[in-house]
């Protein structure tokens, strides 16, 4: 009783613990498609695209119980070609008071498309380096997820952003376009010391805390981030929040989990977070040291039920270890490697759904995560066509974008394919030589930029799998037809169709495991490339029945494993007698088929006794129980059975 209710602990832990990922995913699903359905709105503004920004400095004075916020924006910024004014991507809501450069005041316009059109004094020749420093203020209009939120909780004033996609216009002059990255930062944010209840109020923004000035009643905080970033990840939060750290050992360079939460919620919090240095550790040891090491990670409790990965600290709704997985992996695959394209998004969430089930496969073990991949099988193979990579066509549409079973399950299910397929050690360092390459490197990339990277770390030429499982539709479906043509070998054919005339054979290894009649197990993988192919594999034992991908590793669906008819056909003709015997057995067989040997089995695997070919069998000297009868034949192995009285 006491097994019996451990099995049905353990499966109802792994339902329950499948179904919370899935909430997890859901939720981050939705949210991000929320946010992008608000970018596709607003596409990229061309006008500012004739300078790249090279540095921020951001000073802004807030109160958390009040919507409202003044700054002082110093942004560096190279010219492409020779300028005469500059445009900035701000919300015409927002009131401009002045623009300086070099301590001359330029005069400017802010019109109804959210530019803010700048006139320099002199024109800026391409190749130069300038800045300038514009004073603004307002109340920021809320967009996307809510770009700049004053709220409470617990009946305590906040305020914090989420840019996330192209809400940073909303309440900061800037350059949104999604590929240039400044290449430094300084955030500045200056606040009431104190909260209505007397509590110290407490900033939160990207990089490393600096300084704390206390000025009267005021508090100013600097925070100093030297990588680069675009708008949309640049964040900041300020509440009475609780402040506590985990450290990362970092290989003898820690750094601090820093963690901002709310006092209400410090408790639980408390007890959640503690797992991130586990991934932290996890995710450095595959892969690569945590991008922004030189800095922090941190958690900032916000007013949202999701979470986003702001560079150094992602912003919380919640602190369940899969949320935690999946916005840390996001450090590494989105902020330090950012998608180059709407096609290419499953390279920021395909990346961070598998870094999920590789938290899974290392901290719960491998039935855990097989449960986690036939999870995402079953979501994939829900529909009969869909591909990861995108089109022209796919990317108008926001819920194709984001898609649940195409870009993050699909996606994280291709990469862990794409890793049966070349192995652990090729797949594992091809993934560091993409974070590694300085083309990429808190940069941007593209699928096309990833495959060739994948196939120089394998050796392999990796066209055709990209082809059918990223870029076409669909899924296989398998038959599987064996027999032991002897005791030594067993004959496997492999057949496949599939579910989008798209793919015309999806090549992949196929792993199988064979079961023997003595309950023995022999897992294998077959490279399959063509339909009906024909595999021959040793094995030293009666294999009993074949088990079909058990550990959930290739997207199929529908697939069968059947014993070729022939040989049941031939097993139903071998006859044992009497049975149950008590001193002899006969057996009698089909003229047309020779035996070369017959072995006989107990219970517990033993070899009881080897002949060759007779007819009848003197069993009196064995114990009482079930005999297995092993006969080796012209037509394959055979196996009967015989109780002994």
């Known amino acids: 009783?006491?097994?019996?209710?451990?099995?049905?602990?353990?499966?109802?832990?792994?339902?329950?613990?499948?179904?919370?990922?899935?909430?997890?995913?859901?939720?981050?699903?939705?949210?991000?498609?929320?946010?992008?359905?608000?970018?596709?709105?607003?596409?990229?503004?061309?006008?500012?695209?004739?300078?790249?920004?090279?540095?921020?400095?951001?000073?802004?004075?807030?109160?958390?119980?009040?919507?409202?916020?003044?700054g002082d924006v110093?942004?560096?910024?190279?010219?492409?070609?020779?300028?005469?004014?500059?445009?900035?991507?701000?919300?015409?809501?927002?009131?401009v008071s002045q623009v300086k450069q070099r301590g001359n005041t330029l005069s400017f316009i802010q019109n109804t498309d959210d530019e803010l059109v700048i006139t320099l004094s002199a024109i800026?020749?391409?190749?130069?380096?300038?800045?300038?420093?514009?004073?603004?203020?307002?109340?920021?209009?809320?967009?996307?997820?809510?770009?700049?939120?004053?709220?409470?909780?617990?009946?305590d004033p906040i305020i914090w952003t989420l840019s996330e996609p192209y809400g940073a216009k909303g309440w900061w002059p800037c350059k949104q376009d999604l590929n240039d990255k400044s290449d430094s930062l300084d955030v500045y944010i200056t606040t009431p010391r104190f909260n209505p209840s007397n509590e110290e109020y407490v900033a939160v923004s990207n990089g490393l805390e600096q300084s704390q000035i206390i000025n009267g009643i005021n508090k100013t905080t600097h925070f100093k981030h030297r990588y680069a970033i675009p708008a949309y990840l640049i964040a900041i939060a300020v509440t009475n929040y609780e402040v506590y750290s985990h450290t990362v050992d970092n290989s003898g360079n820690p750094f601090d989990i820093v963690n901002y939460v709310y006092p209400e919620n410090l408790s639980s919090a408390q007890a959640s977070t503690p797992i991130t240095v586990d991934i932290m550790n996890l995710y450095s040891n595959l892969f690569e040291e945590y991008p922004f090491a030189n800095e922090k990670y941190g958690h900032a409790q916000f007013g949202w039920?999701?979470?986003?990965?702001?560079?150094?600290?992602?912003?919380?709704?919640?602190?369940?270890?899969?949320?935690?997985?999946?916005?840390?992996?996001?450090?590494?695959?989105?902020?330090?490697?950012?998608?180059?394209?709407?096609?290419?998004?499953?390279?920021?969430?395909?990346?961070?759904?598998?870094?999920?089930?590789?938290t899974i496969e290392n901290l719960d073990g491998n039935t855990a995560f097989t449960t986690w991949k036939e999870q995402r099988n079953i979501s994939i193979t829900s529909l009969l066509d869909g591909a990861v990579?995108?089109?022209?066509?796919?990317?108008?549409?926001?819920?194709?974008?984001?898609?649940?079973?195409?870009?993050?399950?699909?996606?994280?299910?291709?990469?862990?394919?794409?890793?049966?397929?070349?192995?652990?050690?090729?797949?594992?360092?091809?993934?560091?030589?993409?974070?590694?390459?300085?083309?990429?490197?808190?940069?941007?990339?593209?699928?096309?930029?990833?495959?060739?990277?994948?196939?120089?770390?394998?050796?392999e030429n990796l066209t055709a799998f990209f082809n059918n499982w990223l870029y076409k539709e669909g899924y296989p479906s398998y038959t599987i037809e064996w027999n032991q043509p002897s005791v030594n070998q067993v004959h496997i054919q492999i057949s496949q169709t599939q579910s989008d005339p798209s793919?015309?054979?999806?090549?992949?290894p196929v792993p199988l495991r064979l079961i023997g009649a003595l309950g023995e197990t022999l897992d294998i993988t077959l490279n399959n490339t063509v339909n009906q192919e024909?595999?021959?594999?040793?094995?030293?034992?009666?294999?009993?029945?074949?088990?079909?991908?058990?550990?959930?590793?290739?997207?199929?669906?529908?697939?069968?494993?059947?014993?070729?008819?022939?040989?049941?056909?031939?097993?139903?003709?071998?006859?044992?007698?009497?049975?149950?015997?008590?001193?002899?057995?006969?057996?009698?067989?089909?003229?047309?088929?020779?035996?070369?040997?017959?072995?006989?089995?107990n219970i517990f695997g033993q070899l009881l006794?080897?002949?060759?070919?007779?007819?009848?069998?003197?069993?009196?000297?064995?114990?009482?129980?079930?005999?297995?009868?092993?006969?080796?034949?012209?037509?394959?192995?055979?196996?009967?059975?015989?109780?002994?009285?």
């Not at 929320?34 to 709105?41: E, F």
């Not at 391409?126 to 009946?155: K, R």
């Not at 069998?617 to 109780?643: E, R």
């Open 1 to 70: 009783m006491k097994v019996f209710l451990l099995v049905v602990c353990c499966l109802f832990t792994l339902s329950f613990f499948g179904q919370e990922f899935e909430d997890t995913l859901k939720t981050i699903r939705d949210l991000e498609a929320k946010s992008a359905s608000k970018k596709m709105l607003q596409k990229a503004n061309v006008n500012t695209g004739n300078y790249n920004i090279k540095y921020h400095r951001l000073e802004f004075t807030l109160d958390p119980s009040i919507a409202f916020i003044t």
């Open 74 to 95: 110093t942004t560096y910024f190279e010219a492409k070609e020779n300028l005469s004014n500059v445009t900035f991507d701000l919300a015409d809501n927002m009131t």
């Open 124 to 155: 800026q020749n391409m190749g130069v380096l300038d800045s300038l420093t514009i004073s603004y203020s307002g109340n920021p209009i809320s967009s996307g997820f809510g770009s700049f939120e004053q709220s409470t909780h617990a009946g």
């Open 305 to 358: 039920g999701g979470a986003m990965e702001h560079t150094t600290v992602s912003f919380m709704g919640s602190f369940g270890r899969n949320l935690i997985a999946h916005e840390l992996a996001h450090q590494w695959f989105g902020d330090k490697i950012t998608c180059g394209s709407w096609k290419d998004i499953w390279l920021n969430e395909g990346f961070a759904t598998y870094l999920s089930g590789l």
């Open 389 to 459: 990579y995108l089109t022209d066509t796919d990317t108008t549409n926001v819920n194709r974008i984001f898609s649940s079973r195409l870009t993050y399950n699909k996606g994280a299910m291709v990469l862990h394919m794409l890793r049966k397929k070349i192995g652990d050690n090729n797949f594992f360092q091809g993934i560091k030589n993409y974070l590694s390459n300085v083309n990429y490197a808190y940069s941007y990339a593209k699928t096309e930029d990833f495959i060739p990277i994948m196939e120089a770390a394998s050796g």
């Open 503 to 508: 793919v015309s054979y999806f090549e992949a």
């Open 534 to 601: 024909d595999f021959f594999n040793s094995v030293n034992f009666t294999v009993a029945s074949i088990q079909f991908d058990p550990e959930a590793d290739l997207i199929s669906k529908n697939n069968t494993v059947t014993l070729a008819n022939n040989k049941s056909e031939i097993e139903n003709n071998f006859l044992l007698y009497p049975n149950p015997a008590q001193d002899n057995f006969t057996i009698t067989k089909p003229d047309n088929i020779e035996v070369n040997q017959i072995k006989i089995f």
């Open 609 to 645: 006794y080897q002949t060759q070919w007779t007819q009848k069998i003197n069993v009196a000297s064995f114990s009482s129980g079930v005999l297995f009868v092993q006969l080796d034949t012209s037509q394959g192995v055979i196996n009967k059975s015989v109780l002994k009285n």
